[in-house]
């Protein structure tokens, strides 16, 4: 009797399988945290502040902290990892990240915490860019755009516990705020423990030359009939200004601006968010915070559905036209309109947390493997800039030109992500890595 082989398949076109979902396990687990960490900063800045007797400077610089090592972490470890392989950074970034969460219960200074919540979000960083880039290059084109868009569904889910536990703990002690910024170090451990034995990348063992390793793990973990024949081409040094050679510049551009104006008015309005509800005339209380954490996750959820159904392009371009609109608005209702800005804000909320979903998407799959980490490097360190600066100034932005005007800057934000979208934004839904990556930006 003759036995039949299974017909050959390309690693693109696999189907979903259990090491697909243990590898965006192991990822969404650095989201989850960053959500936490970001989370949780202004609970904890609430109860310090008095204590400490934290000025608007030390406030804004606290709170943009995290997001000042995110840009050097997403940066410098995203690059490397495009020389040394992403399973080492894979595992390195949650080493740093599970001692510097620990570490936040022992402070003393303001400078203390500034500096270990830096060296938590270089871990962070690294983890961004070479998360994105890990699951990009093992998922099928056919689900790579739920996996790579649910990276904000579990960011989400990591802010919003944040918001409950800090809720609890405020009300039981004058010092929750220690256990609340070391309560990240637990879960961090565990993810650490696990990520160790995760295979390397086949893609950039097959860029390095490394055909036989590449294989083995192809057999291993994806089946004997799966092959991966697109990527044979050693990989030579790759020079951090590639990014903006001809061939790439507009690309880096594009994924770097569309992503600054996105997270600039999240991080900058979610980070002090009950300072804001109350300068807003909005009630500030748990029932609120609820409703408003409840809209997160729904947008997180609804955007991946978004991101599967309608074009991506199509998609990030209304909704910057929509959360320019909501917060334009926002800036002139009067503050006795309580109802109708609640509604407004709540919108707001639903869109920007559904069109967050894009981040994960656009920047791993506009670049080649032999960058890929390098480009989702850049654009995260570039967004991570930008929203260390718009929440390190927010506070004082608001106490020098008023509330109005700031939304009024944020409103110009984004209306000038939706122009950068519409030049530039490509359209990546249903293409391979390969493809998606080698497409003409219109």
Same mark, same amino acid.
């Given at each position: 009797m003759q036995i039949v082989k299974p017909p050959k398949i390309q690693m693109d076109d696999v189907p979903l399988n259990r090491f697909h979902i243990k590898i965006a396990?192991?990822? %969404?687990?650095?989201?989850f945290i960053d959500g936490y960490v970001l989370g949780q900063i202004g609970f904890a800045?609430?109860?310090m502040t008095p204590q400490m007797g934290l000025s608007s400077f030390w406030q804004g610089m606290l709170g943009s902290s995290a997001l000042i090592g995110l840009f050097l972490g997403s940066l410098f470890l995203g690059h490397i990892s495009d020389f040394i392989g992403r399973?080492?950074? $894979?595992?390195?970034?949650? +080493?740093? +990240? &599970? +001692?510097? &969460? /620990?570490?936040? $219960? %022992?402070i003393e200074t303001p400078l203390e915490l500034f500096l270990l919540r830096i060296f938590i979000g270089i871990g962070l960083g690294g983890d961004y860019s070479v998360g994105h880039t890990m699951l990009a290059e093992i998922s099928p084109r056919k689900h790579r755009?739920?996996?790579?868009?649910?990276?904000?569904?579990?960011? &989400? $889910?990591?802010?919003v516990a944040a918001n409950f536990l800090g809720h609890y703990l405020t009300y039981i002690d004058p010092n929750a705020w220690r256990w609340l910024l070391m309560s990240a170090s637990l879960p961090a451990f565990i993810i650490l423990l696990l990520r160790i034995g995760t295979p390397e990348s086949p893609r950039w063992l097959m860029k390095k030359g490394r055909y036989e390793e590449a294989n083995t793990i192809i057999k291993k973990y994806f089946g004997t009939n799966v092959i991966l024949n697109d990527e044979y081409s050693e990989i030579k040094a790759i020079s951090f200004f590639a990014l903006f050679s001809p061939q790439y510049r507009q690309r880096t551009l594009? !994924?770097?601006?569309f /992503?600054?104006?996105l997270v600039i008015p999240y991080f900058a309005i979610y980070t002090f968010l009950p300072s804001i509800l109350n300068i807003m005339g909005l009630n500030?209380? $748990?029932? &609120?915070?609820?409703?408003? !954490?409840f809209i997160l996750i729904i947008g997180a959820l609804l955007g991946i559905v978004l991101t599967q159904t309608f074009s991506r392009r199509g998609f990030l371009i209304y909704s910057f036209i929509f959360l320019a609109i909501c917060l334009g608005l926002l800036s002139f209702i009067p503050e006795q309109q309580t109802l109708v800005m609640l509604m407004l804000f709540a919108a707001f909320t639903l869109v920007l947390s559904a069109v967050s979903n894009l981040v994960g998407v656009f920047p791993a799959e506009s670049f080649p493997t032999k960058m890929r980490a390098l480009g989702v490097g850049f654009a995260t360190s570039m967004s991570r800039l930008g929203s260390a600066i718009g929440t390190g100034l927010l506070p004082i932005a608001i106490l020098s030109f008023g509330m109005q005007s700031t939304m009024l800057i944020l409103t110009g934000i984004l209306a000038s992500g939706a122009i950068i979208s519409i030049l530039w934004a490509p359209e990546t839904k249903d293409l391979s890595l390969v493809e998606a990556s080698d497409i003409s930006v219109p």
């Open positions: 396990g192991l990822t %969404f687990g650095a989201h800045l609430t109860q399973q080492k950074i $894979f595992c390195f970034s949650f +080493i740093i +990240i &599970t +001692i510097g &969460t /620990f570490s936040q $219960f %022992f755009g739920i996996l790579l868009g649910s990276f904000s569904v579990i960011w &989400t $889910f990591g802010y594009f !994924n770097s601006l /992503f600054i104006c500030q209380s $748990f029932s &609120t915070d609820l409703l408003l !954490n």
